[in-house]
């Protein structure tokens, strides 16, 4: 048994399709079919049943599967210990992410983080928080940066990088440009702009509507904060979104308001699955977009 036939199996059983396990891979498919017959043989058993067009595991198969994958983490586990040793950093993180602004500038952490450590190399997605959530639990992303809302979603560690109040901006015409504070009732009945279902800005808005016993009217949906800030600009809604930093960034031209009763929040947080311990690689560039680059000496 051959380390590259239980990655190939692997490979394989994700993708339930040979071809795109090849391309996956980046060996010829041909190859792919002989390493796994050849396991097959010496463990006497199918694993993999090819009678339809999706690619099923057999019983064996599923049996197989997660040692395969321990197996393949363990190799993995001995090449970073080696490469810690010589002071490096190596292996692939996949990294999903919301749209995002205002706490971090993300495209420059991962930007030194690479510069610091090729060795690594990153992908990078992007989505909503409620699906980057089920990406991190099924294994298919190493960290994502999601804005999460009052709770806390089961099964992940969390690094919380930023807590911000949300705001209802304004043209600076607007009826509510002078007003020091508006209660979250009084901006149900308006047209609202914000992110879309499943961020963490949407989700905190929802949860406070309903504890207002409020549905929200939602005019613009857009999954960049930019985007919505523009539109409020051109007076077209109310976009809700955390407080900036610098209120100057608003160009002048807009209003940030207060929302009360209740108060809206919103946080930003690094996430990992809890249950499965990130490897050095992972680790690193986990604080190193929480908490940027360390200092020298």
Same mark, same amino acid.
């Given at each position: 048994?051959?380390?590259?036939q239980?990655?190939? #199996?692997?490979?394989?059983a994700?993708?339930?399709n ?7 891979? %980046?060996?010829?498919?041909?190859g ?27 019983e064996?198969?599923?049996a197989?599967l997660?040692?395969?994958r321990a197996?393949?983490?363990a190799v993995?586990?001995?090449?970073v210990?080696v490469?810690e040793?010589?002071?490096?950093? +190596?292996?692939h993180?996949?990294?999903?992410t919301?749209?995002v @602004? @205002?706490?971090?500038n993300?495209?420059d +952490?991962?930007?030194?983080?690479h510069?610091?450590h ?13 699906? $980057? ?24 560690a969390?690094?919380?990088? =930023?807590?911000?109040?949300?705001v209802?901006?304004v043209g600076?015409? %607007?009826? $509510?440009?002078d007003?020091s ?8 009945d308006?047209?609202?702009m ?6 963490g800005?949407?989700?905190?808005l929802?949860?406070?509507?309903v ?8 005019? #613009?949906?857009a999954?960049d ?5 523009r539109?409020?600009?051109? @007076?077209?809604g109310?976009?809700i979104l955390?407080a =900036?930093?610098?209120?100057?960034s608003?160009l002048?031209?807009?209003?940030e ?6 108060q ?6 690094? =996430?990992?699955?809890?249950?499965a311990?990130a490897?050095?690689a992972?680790?690193?560039?986990m604080? %190193?977009?929480a ?7």
């Amino acid at each position: 048994m051959e380390l590259r036939q239980l990655e190939y #199996f692997v490979a394989v059983a994700e993708e339930a399709n040979f071809t795109r396990a090849a391309a996956r891979l %980046h060996v010829a498919q041909p190859g792919v079919s002989a390493q796994i017959r050849q396991l097959e043989r010496e463990l006497g058993h199918t694993l993999l049943d090819r009678s339809a067009r999706t690619v099923r595991l057999t019983e064996a198969g599923a049996a197989v599967l997660s040692y395969a994958r321990a197996a393949l983490r363990a190799v993995a586990g001995a090449r970073v210990a080696v490469d810690e040793l010589a002071g490096l950093l +190596r292996g692939h993180i996949s990294v999903g992410t919301v749209a995002v @602004g @205002g706490p971090i500038n993300l495209a420059d +952490r991962l930007a030194d983080f690479h510069q610091d450590h090729p060795g690594v190399e990153i992908t990078l997605t992007e989505n909503t928080s409620d699906r $980057l959530v089920t990406s991190l639990a099924a294994g298919q992303l190493d960290l994502a940066l999601i804005g999460l809302g009052d709770a806390d979603p089961p099964g992940l560690a969390l690094e919380i990088i =930023a807590d911000q109040p949300l705001v209802a901006i304004v043209g600076q015409d %607007h009826g $509510l440009a002078d007003q020091s504070a508006v209660k979250l009732n009084d901006l149900a009945d308006l047209p609202l702009m914000t992110l879309p279902v499943g961020s963490g800005i949407r989700t905190a808005l929802d949860t406070g509507l309903v504890a207002v016993g409020r549905r929200p009217r939602i005019a #613009f949906e857009a999954s960049d904060p930019a985007v919505l800030t523009r539109l409020a600009e051109r @007076g077209l809604g109310i976009a809700i979104l955390p407080a =900036a930093e610098n209120p100057g960034s608003r160009l002048g031209r807009l209003r940030e308001i207060p929302i009360t009763h209740p108060q809206l929040r919103t946080r930003l947080a690094v =996430a990992w699955r809890a249950a499965a311990p990130a490897g050095p690689a992972t680790t690193a560039l986990m604080r %190193h977009i929480a908490h940027g680059k360390a200092p020298a000496g």
